[in-house]
């Protein structure tokens, strides 16, 4: 059987606006909750602050939700509603996501990202009942992470690159056969970031509203194709590898590793790095917060992480990690190691 998924209801309103009375659980963080408090009524059984993206740490809170609860909310940033959207599958509830920036695009899919045996795997869940969008809220989240979710339109770049190397050596399964058309689709969606970006830095609303448009394209085109080799490739690969070698606690924001991600991937296909790192940096997106050190031992380790993990084949897997090569790659880049010992 094949399914496509669709997205969830999403309403754009103020928040004040919003009416709850079910019995609900609250997935959220400190400072999220703190910024909508006011605004929000829920008639709360319960409330979690999840601080991990383990597989082990979402069954754990799964399996302790009071049989009262009707609804699941997730408020806050990508963890949250992943776990929202977990525990929601798992207990038979819906979910209603309040995003507080627009950081990811995971608001709007059915799948959740578990971290599991040193990599990222994806559970299908089905979409959240409902996402609730408030522009102010939005447009008060911090810059580096008001907009983040542009780092979703861009990994489309080097995606489709490695899409078309994979499928040039043969590399790609029947059911993520390359496609013309598709690609041809996530291309456009793609270029629309580049001319979105500096009004995503600035917190415009019309800009943030074509930043919402393009993630929900993206997410709607990746649904029926079944798969997310348009949008996935060596850039989110290296934020994996990265994640598991480097975080200790809390997860890193998922675009302080991709946008560099992209930038390495980018300069791995030859690609001319100026206007991503433009983009990137126009949206707020920070470029230099990870440790050299760790920067550069995950790169040398890619191309055995990738086959250790069955990644979907990618130019990575062709990489020379020679100590030279990889300071070329990253000096091309532009990518900070002079902190690296």
């Known amino acids: 059987m094949t399914t496509f998924w669709p997205m969830p209801r999403i309403e754009v ?4 606006a919003h009416k709850e009375t079910r019995p609900a659980a609250l997935l959220t963080g400190k400072s999220s909750w703190e910024t909508i408090a006011s605004l929000l009524e829920l008639p709360l059984v319960v409330q979690a602050e999840p601080h991990r993206n383990d597989r082990e740490f979402f069954d754990s809170l799964a399996s302790n939700i009071p049989p009262q609860v ?7 940033g990508g ?112 270029q629309q970031a580049f001319k979105i970006a500096p009004g995503v830095g600035e917190g415009r609303v019309e800009a943030l509203r074509n930043l919402l448009d393009l993630i929900c394209m993206e ?11 348009p949008q996935e490739g060596s850039e989110q690969y290296f934020a994996y590898a990265y994640e598991s070698r480097a975080v200790r606690g809390r997860p890193l924001p998922y675009a302080d590793m991709v946008g560099p991600g992209i930038l390495i991937a980018a300069a791995l296909h030859g690609q001319d790095i100026a206007p991503l790192r433009k983009t990137l940096t126009d949206a707020g997106i920070r470029l230099g917060q990870l440790k050299p050190d760790e920067v550069v031992t995950t790169l040398k380790a890619l191309p055995d992480y990738a086959r250790e993990h069955n990644l979907p084949f990618s130019i990575l897997n062709d990489l020379d990690t020679s100590s030279e090569r990889v300071t070329q790659l990253l000096q091309t880049a532009g990518i900070d190691t002079t902190g690296a010992r």
Not at 70 to 76: L, T
Not at 219 to 229: A, I
């Open 219 to 229: 997410v709607q085109l990746t649904n029926q194709l079944g798969h997310n080799r």
């Open 13 to 16: 309103r103020e928040l004040s």
């Open 79 to 190: 963890l949250v509603s992943d776990v929202a959207k977990y525990i929601g599958w798992v207990n038979h509830l819906p979910v209603v996501i309040i995003p507080t920036a627009l950081s990811v695009d995971g608001f709007f899919t059915g799948l959740v990202a578990v971290r599991e045996g040193g990599t990222v795997n994806y559970i299908t869940t089905g979409p959240a009942e409902q996402v609730v969008i408030d522009w102010e809220v939005i447009r008060s989240a911090p810059q580096y992470i008001r907009g983040a979710g542009i780092t979703e339109l861009l990994t489309i770049v080097t995606g489709l690159l490695d899409w078309r190397y994979a499928a040039e050596r043969n590399k790609n399964t029947t059911e993520t056969r390359y496609m013309p058309w598709a690609a041809g689709l996530a291309a456009g969606i793609a």
């Open 70 to 76: 009707e609804v699941v909310y997730g408020v806050g």
